[in-house]
């Protein structure tokens, strides 16, 4: 029963997953469609748990959908914005040469909606069910890169809101640069994503990444040359580009959460956890945790009892 969930308990214990049948002495397998059994209420408490990861993941998926949106909005309103020899009142708070929006509204669209997509990222690699160390071999870099990606979407958006025509050089300056970490955080999502589809995918999946890096590394810094160059409205094609193509791999990455969920909520009613890979993966690095935690305690401890 090493493979099972709970697996670990005493042997006095009842046996933690076993099929429905099995309790009436009746031989039959595990995937007769028959709900499995338990005495294990962590079991119980883990059901709901990706229950909760399942829901939150289709939400994010969503508002996912709703930025790839906004995105091609933006794309419509840059093509109709108007150009530098336009003869009205150079102000972004007006209406000018029967432009749809005002640039201040339209780039207050523009920043928010990238801040937002910001905190999507970092809700969907909190509220995964797998072990973060699947998605990257180094997760605390990962992590430290989502949270500079927050304030550095953050701090444009509120300038922006501050005063348009002071701060819109700067900002856009800050956002072009910061879509340099972004694009790592896609990169390693998407190639999280390949490992899971098969060996011919993992195969290809390295040499794919590092092309689509250099491609990301390069329309960031062609779209911050660009904009420097006083071609604001081409690099904003550039930029919304980049954000369409970007929302996709983050909604490819909620989707698969919310699969790897229901998976796991399968395995655990009808099934067994030993087909469950993502399963297994998460337990033991919850369970190598746990056990550098404890070492972690003991040894200060045994510092301070020194």
């Known amino acids: 029963m090493a493979d099972e969930p709970g697996a670990g308990w005493t042997t006095g214990e009842a046996t933690p997953l076993q099929p429905h049948s099995a309790v009436r002495g009746l031989t039959t397998f595990s995937r007769d469609g028959r709900l499995n059994t338990s005495s294990n209420i962590i079991l119980l408490y883990r059901m709901n748990e990706l229950k909760d990861l399942a829901f ?7 508002l996912t959908l709703a930025y790839t949106g906004t995105a091609i909005i933006l794309l419509v309103l840059n093509a109709l914005m108007p150009s530098k020899e336009c003869p009205d009142p150079d102000s972004a708070y007006v209406i000018r040469c029967d432009a749809p929006v005002t640039e201040h509204a339209y780039h207050l669209m523009e920043f928010w909606a990238t801040f937002a997509y910001a905190c999507v990222e970092a809700f969907a690699l909190v509220y995964t069910p797998r072990a973060i160390s699947s998605i990257s071999g180094r997760p605390t870099l ?30 856009h300056q800050i956002e072009y640069t910061n879509e340099l970490t972004m694009a790592f955080v896609n ?62 791999v983050t909604f490819w990455f909620c989707i698969d959460n919310r699969s790897t969920a229901e998976e796991e909520v399968l395995c655990i009613m009808y099934g067994s ?6 399963c297994n993966v998460r337990h033991t690095t919850k369970a190598a945790e746990a056990v550098g935690m404890r070492h972690s305690l003991y040894a200060a401890t045994v510092a301070r009892d020194l």
């Open 273 to 278: 956890h030993r087909d469950c890979t993502n």
């Open 142 to 171: 990962l992590k430290y890169v989502l949270f500079f990606t927050v304030v550095a979407t953050f701090v444009p958006a509120v300038l922006i809101t501050v005063s348009v025509e002071t701060f819109e050089v700067p900002a």
């Open 187 to 248: 990169l390693v999502l998407l190639a999280s994503l390949l490992r899971r589809q098969g060996s011919e995918a993992q195969a290809v999946s390295e040499a794919f990444t590092n092309y689509l890096g250099l491609g990301a590394v390069a329309i960031a810094v062609v779209q911050l040359t660009i904009y420097n160059a006083g071609f604001h409205r081409f690099a904003h094609y550039f930029e919304f580009l980049f954000a369409i193509i970007s929302s996709f």
């Open 56 to 62: 939150v993941n289709f939400i994010l998926a969503l």
